[in-house]
């Protein structure tokens, strides 16, 4: 069974600090997504990755995949307040299973 | 282009009684998928239509759930006899595409905005 696991699941930081959200997933998959949850709304799709070495950046938002090490980061460079929201990472299992795994999400918060 | 549209965005049902989830796809998509979410959890897969047809249930408790997405209309998610442990944030989500290991595409999936279930 697909596990992804977040971490931190909880995360309070400053305005204008950089940090590192980890997603790490326990079986072979070559697709990876980061969705953000605002309280109480739907998700918003932020990034696809789709293959090694894949890296994109949006804004203050840069996420990677790492397939060999099953790790994906999202980096927040120079946070601001508007970034406070959960970040979800999901995965595709393998074998042609239907539908994506998630983890359990960071929230995070950042003060001004 | 309107999104996803789901309703009710709200439902209160005492225990017993029946639920039904609403989900009208984006326009043009005609891959419909139901997640739930537990308070603090992520999202958890449960089923994956076509129009007319369940792809992969495999997620959706064995008794109680069911879900349909007809020729005509949306595709609708019922839940009988709710309990307390039913009590959760519904969404569903669709796709041009199927999203699967098999598929060279991306699948990226467009989300509603949730039905959020409370059993009394």
């Known amino acids: 069974e697909l596990k992804v696991e977040q971490n931190p699941l909880f995360l309070s930081m400053q305005e204008g600090k950089n940090y590192t959200i980890y997603c790490n997933y326990s079986?072979?998959?070559?697709?990876l997504y980061w969705y953000r949850q605002d309280p109480g709304k739907s998700l918003e799709s932020l990034f696809v990755?789709?293959?090694?070495?894949a890296v994109k950046q949006e804004g203050r938002l840069m996420a990677s995949l790492d397939t060999k090490a099953r790790l994906s980061t999202l980096h927040i460079t120079a946070a601001v307040h508007d970034l406070s929201a959960t970040y979800f990472c999901?995965?595709?299992?393998?074998?042609?299973?239907?539908?994506?795994?998630f983890g359990k999400g960071t929230h995070l918060i950042i003060q001004p | 282009n309107a999104g996803v549209m789901q309703n009710p965005r709200h439902l209160v049902r005492r225990r017993g009684q029946e639920a039904r989830l609403r989900c009208s796809p984006m326009?043009?998509?005609?891959?419909v998928y139901w997640y739930r979410q537990l308070p603090e959890e992520g999202l958890k897969f449960m089923v994956y239509?076509?129009?007319?047809?369940?792809?992969?249930e495999s997620g959706m408790p064995k008794e109680r759930f069911s879900a349909e997405f007809p020729k005509e209309g949306p595709s609708i998610l019922r839940i009988q006899q709710v309990v307390r442990g039913d009590s959760a944030a519904y969404f569903c989500?669709?796709?041009?595409?199927?999203?699967?290991?098999?598929?060279?595409?991306?699948?990226?999936?467009?989300f509603g905005e949730g039905s959020r279930l409370t059993v009394l």
């Open positions: 989500a669709s796709s041009t595409r199927r999203t699967s290991g098999r598929s060279a595409n991306t699948g990226e999936l467009f």
């Open positions: 079986t072979t998959s070559d697709r």
């Open positions: 990755l789709l293959s090694n070495g």
């Open positions: 999901a995965v595709i299992p393998g074998g042609g299973a239907d539908g994506l795994t």
């Open positions: 326009k043009g998509h005609s891959h």
């Open positions: 239509l076509q129009k007319e047809n369940i792809i992969d």
